[in-house]
């Protein structure tokens, strides 16, 4: 894994292993693949003057009063997709340009 850090955040680059054809004895072929799945959140601390306050991204819609515990949220569980302060594959989807 290469990490590389930008003005606004990080890229982080993985090596997957190649797509290969196994052939069985029974004459027929599979092919192996690799795939990743991937949660994130960003957490900062804005200070201002006496004052701070924890923030989390992603946030649920504003009409929730869910707020952000570390104990319940603080960790991704790769089995869930749309899990409250992550993003996901499935929640956050790259827009196919047609």
Known sequence: MLEQPLPNGKVFYLALPPRETVKHSWS?????????????QWQATHVFGQAHRHLVFPAPELQEA??????????????????????????HRVEEIT
């Open 28 to 40: 027929e072929e599979a092919v192996i693949t690799s795939d990743v799945k991937v949660k994130a």
């Open 66 to 91: 869910t707020t952000f515990d570390q104990a319940e949220h603080g960790e991704p569980d790769f089995s869930e997709t749309e899990q409250l302060f992550w993003a996901d594959e499935k929640t």
